[in-house]
Every structure is written in structure tokens, then in C-alpha cells.
């Protein structure tokens, strides 16, 4: 099996940071939290954007970054077909335009343009394109072929989070709404209801999810953690003397 590559998530961040700044200068919208993704998508990086729906085998593919050669499936008059997009258009699920499904909509878009920023970053590293030989193919097992697609959608996922949730505009909305100090976590995922408020704030503001928000303060290291029995003791046993 041919490696896949292996960049440092710590690189990742960086690229997806200044993919965010410069996409901002571009269009003089450095002041806002929340950044264009459709425009970065489309403007930017050059794709072709399509609302499909999608009808994948498992129901859970919410977007696909097309190649020109791999079909997918979609409904067409009520009936499900394979289709082959044109190389760089991007395909989002329909049901993602629910206002209700923004911040998942915006992070599905978020994940396809990370796809296209690995392809021209490192080409010929992505799991369709080591597989579009055939004897790679042959040559490798499924379970590896399995553990190369997972990688690949963890790259996708931390890229894209780092340009949806740059690790500058949080430290702008911590100094701006939060007094310059750092979320502070307890345990491993315990928060104070200020703390909450706050993170689901500065995720409003990002159109991304709180969950999503979590995970990227978790992996751009920007929790202040502190043992649980503080929370505990500063939650419970404070109101009780």
C-alpha cells in the first residue's frame, strides 16, 4: 500500500488560519466573526456548489467533493440515480438549507473545501487518488484502505474547523467578551454555566455548533483545564455552608 501522508495537525491549523485571513483581506470582511464559507467555497477556492438529494447507501453522506469520475447518488424525480458531478463541484445536502441546520450545513461546507485544499496542498495523497490505481488497490487490505478513509476525514474535519473557528478569532472574542481569559474546562468536559454561555456564544457568532466549538478549543489547546472536584466544590459544597 502506498503511504498516505502525514501532515501535523499543528500544520493544519496554520493552513486553515491563514486560509481564513486571507479570504478576509480579500474581501474586507476581517471584522466579522462569522466567515463566507459559501464564498470561500465558490469565489475563493473556485468550486462549483449544488444542493442534491443525496440518497447514499447509509444515509449519513451529507456532502461530496466531486472528481469527474466517482458517481454519486442522488434523487431524481423521486427516483435515485448515480450521477458523476464535474471535477470541483461540491454537492451539499439539500436538507442542510434548513435554517435550523446552518451551523451543520456550514462545517459540511467547511469539510468539502478542506478536500480541495489537501488535493492542491498534496497531490496525489488523498485516498482517491492512491486508489485510482488499481494495483494499490489490490495491494492493500480493506481494514487499510478503511483506517486511510478515517484519516482523511480527520484532516478534512480539523482543517475545516480551523477556518470556520480560526484560532485568532477566538482569541478576539475571549479578549473582546471574556476579559483576555481562557475557557476554563473541568475534567473532561465540565463547564460552569458562564463558561457554557460563553462558548455557545462565540459559536453563534462563528455559525458553527457548540459541540464543534468544543472540539476545536479542545484541539487548539486553548482550554485552562482544572480538576473536577473544583467545580464540584465551588458548584455544590459552596452553596451549602
Known amino acids: 500500500m502506498k503511504k498516505q501522508w502525514n501532515v501535523p ?18 474581501t474586507g470582511s476581517g471584522d ?19 444542493y ?3 440518497a447514499e447507501e447509509g444515509g449519513d453522506v451529507l456532502g461530496f467533493y466531486a472528481n469527474g469520475r466517482d458517481p454519486l447518488a442522488v434523487i431524481r424525480d423521486g427516483v435515485p440515480r448515480d450521477e458523476v458531478f464535474p471535477e470541483g463541484t461540491v454537492v ?6 434548513r435554517e435550523e441546520q446552518s451551523a451543520r450545513r456550514r462545517f459540511t461546507m467547511a469539510h468539502e473545501a478542506a478536500h480541495d485544499i489537501v488535493k492542491k496542498l498534496y497531490p496525489g495523497q488523498s485516498v ?4 485510482s490505481d488499481p494495483q494499490a488497490l489490490r495491494g492493500s487490505t480493506p481494514q487499510e484502505v478503511e483506517e486511510c478513509i478515517r484519516r482523511e476525514e480527520r484532516v ?5 474547523a480551523s477556518i470556520l473557528m480560526a484560532r485568532y478569532k477566538i482569541d478576539r472574542f475571549l479578549r473582546e467578551n ?14 460552569t454555566q458562564e463558561d457554557r454561555i460563553c462558548i455557545q456564544r462565540m459559536a453563534n457568532d462563528m ?11 479542545r484541539d487548539l489547546g486553548m482550554f485552562e483545564y482544572r480538576p473536577v472536584e473544583e467545580f464540584i466544590e465551588n458548584g455544590i459544597l459552596r452553596r451549602k455552608q
Do not use: W
Open 32 to 50: 466579522s466573526m462569522c466567515i463566507d464559507i459559501e464564498g470561500l467555497l465558490t469565489d475563493y477556492l473556485g468550486l462549483d456548489l449544488r
Open 52 to 54: 442534491e438529494k443525496i
Open 92 to 97: 451539499i445536502e439539500r436538507d442542510l438549507l
Open 128 to 131: 482517491r487518488e492512491i486508489y
Open 178 to 191: 471574556h476579559g483576555g481569559e481562557p475557557v476554563r474546562c473541568y475534567g473532561d468536559g465540565v463547564f
Open 156 to 160: 478534512t474535519n480539523r482543517l475545516g
Open 207 to 217: 455559525g458553527a455548533s457548540f459541540t464543534a466549538m468544543v472540539i476545536q478549543l
Open 9 to 26: 495537525f499543528s500544520e493544519l491549523d496554520q493552513i486553515g488560519e491563514g486560509i481564513s485571513k486571507s479570504y478576509t483581506d480579500r
